[in-house]
């Protein structure tokens, strides 16, 4: 079977590397060539049970991720005393990896085929006869065309992320604090190194003494040494209306974008990695390749799933602005009731991973 995958981004590489380890035949096709990635903050936090499927299919992973076996929920009323505290016995409740050091690690198959061609279109990607195509790229002439009916959402926010160092400590404990502001997120990195992720309800640029003062304000964990320079993104809710047309499947960030407080947004895509290759695996045993079968088997599957999911996020978002305009009434009451309930804690933190 012959795939071909459009847009140089993690989403492909990642997918790449499991469908090469399946013996499928894969082409990278984008419209700028390959490069390193050296200076980003952008961290990613993966799930425990992502984690397993990803080390099974690319063992190289196990030397990136740094465990994380609690999160603790935190309102603006109370700093000092968490809401509730997300934690899975005998196991870690996500893995948190650098975004630059997997996405140059998964560039390092020397099995992977990268063409660049600029400009191209459906036209074009047609004469080369792949069974399959997928498009996880937002800018190319196929997405403008074929790809534009969608549910969105714009959240008027933006999300500030940055990477702390720090002194020595046992960092295994997240922090999320759900502030006036939007959330802000402690992600541990490393026993030195934390990563900061602020999604502020404002538009507003953050420089780097900005954050600064807003993660000092929530800040009882670390003797801070450094801060890195900050990056920031628009925040929106995305799901797109079809996945599918003829055998081109759209796939990634381009099928679903959701508010980075749960930070599920790559979590999503790798079960949807999950599920593609469940259904390759299941269609090329019967002998099936037929690009627009196998595209429209994963709409199917997967569509009503990513939409309640992001909803599900997004809900979760509006409930914690209510809540902050009630002065936290409405979370401390819930909250309550759930460490109180041992079978709604098990789960809540069930759902979390």
Same mark, same amino acid.
């Given at each position: 079977?012959?795939?071909?995958?459009?847009?140089?981004?993690?989403?492909?590489?990642?997918?790449?590397?499991?469908?090469?380890?399946?013996?499928?035949?894969?082409?990278?096709?984008?419209?700028?060539?390959?490069?390193?990635?050296?200076?980003?903050?952008?961290?990613?936090?993966?799930?425990?049970?992502?984690?397993?499927?990803?080390?099974?299919?690319?063992?190289?992973?196990?030397?990136?991720?740094?465990?994380?076996?609690?999160?603790?929920?935190?309102?603006?009323?109370?700093?000092?005393?968490?809401?509730?505290?997300?934690?899975?016995? #005998?196991?870690?409740?996500?893995?948190?990896?650098?975004?630059?050091?997997?996405?140059?690690?998964?560039?390092?198959?020397?099995?992977?085929?990268?063409?660049?061609?600029?400009?191209?279109?459906?036209?074009?990607?047609?004469?080369?006869?792949?069974?399959?195509?997928?498009?996880?790229?937002?800018?190319?002439?196929?997405?403008?065309?074929?790809?534009?009916?969608?549910?969105?959402?714009?959240?008027?926010?933006?999300?500030?992320?940055?990477?702390?160092?720090?002194?020595?400590?046992?960092?295994?404990?997240?922090?999320?604090?759900?502030?006036?502001?939007?959330?802000?997120?402690?992600?541990?990195?490393?026993? #030195?190194?934390?990563?900061?992720?602020?999604?502020? #309800?404002?538009?507003?640029?953050?420089?780097?003494?900005?954050?600064?003062?807003?993660?000092?304000?929530?800040?009882?964990?670390?003797?801070?040494?450094?801060?890195?320079?900050?990056?920031?993104?628009?925040?929106?809710?995305?799901?797109?209306?079809?996945?599918?047309?003829?055998?081109?499947?759209?796939?990634?960030?381009?099928?679903?974008?959701?508010?980075?407080?749960?930070?599920?947004?790559?979590?999503?895509?790798?079960?949807?990695?999950?599920?593609?290759?469940?259904?390759?695996?299941?269609?090329?045993?019967?002998?099936?390749?037929?690009?627009?079968?196998?595209?429209?088997?994963?709409?199917?599957?997967?569509?009503?799933?990513?939409?309640?999911?992001?909803?599900?996020?997004?809900?979760?978002?509006?409930?914690?602005?209510?809540?902050?305009?009630?002065?936290?009434?409405?979370?401390?009451?819930?909250?309550?009731?759930?460490?109180?309930?041992?079978?709604?804690?098990?789960?809540?933190?069930?759902?979390?991973?």
């Amino acid at each position: 079977m012959n795939i071909c995958l459009l847009g140089n981004n993690l989403t492909n590489l990642v997918l790449a590397n499991i469908l090469l380890k399946k013996k499928i035949n894969v082409d990278i096709i984008s419209q700028t060539k390959p490069s390193l990635l050296t200076n980003t903050a952008r961290t990613i936090a993966i799930s425990n049970e992502n984690y397993k499927f990803l080390i099974k299919n690319i063992k190289q992973i196990s030397k990136l991720g740094w465990p994380t076996d609690k999160i603790k929920i935190y309102s603006d009323k109370n700093k000092s005393s968490d809401l509730f505290e997300f934690k899975n016995k #005998n196991q870690s409740n996500f893995y948190l990896l650098k975004y630059s050091e997997l996405y140059n690690l998964m560039k390092k198959n020397k099995f992977l085929k990268f063409i660049n061609l600029k400009n191209y279109n459906y036209d074009i990607i047609k004469k080369r006869n792949y069974n399959l195509i997928i498009n996880s790229d937002q800018n190319n002439q196929i997405t403008k065309k074929y790809f534009q009916k969608r549910v969105e959402k714009n959240y008027n926010s933006l999300a500030h992320t940055a990477i702390i160092d720090h002194k020595k400590i046992e960092n295994k404990i997240a922090y999320q604090f759900f502030t006036k502001n939007g959330p802000l997120a402690f992600l541990p990195l490393s026993n #030195n190194q934390t990563s900061i992720v602020f999604s502020n #309800n404002s538009l507003k640029l953050m420089n780097k003494l900005s954050l600064l003062q807003i993660i000092k304000k929530y800040n009882h964990q670390y003797e801070i040494t450094k801060v890195s320079e900050v990056e920031s993104v628009g925040i929106k809710f995305l799901v797109l209306r079809e996945y599918f047309f003829k055998n081109i499947l759209c796939f990634g960030d381009l099928i679903h974008k959701v508010h980075p407080l749960a930070g599920q947004g790559f979590n999503m895509t790798i079960r949807d990695i999950k599920s593609l290759t469940n259904i390759l695996d299941k269609y090329t045993k019967l002998g099936i390749v037929d690009g627009k079968i196998i595209a429209q088997k994963f709409q199917e599957n997967n569509k009503h799933l990513n939409f309640m999911y992001g909803l599900g996020i997004d809900t979760i978002n509006s409930f914690f602005k209510l809540d902050s305009k009630l002065k936290n009434n409405l979370s401390e009451s819930i909250f309550k009731i759930l460490k109180g309930n041992k079978t709604l804690n098990k789960y809540a933190t069930f759902l979390s991973n």
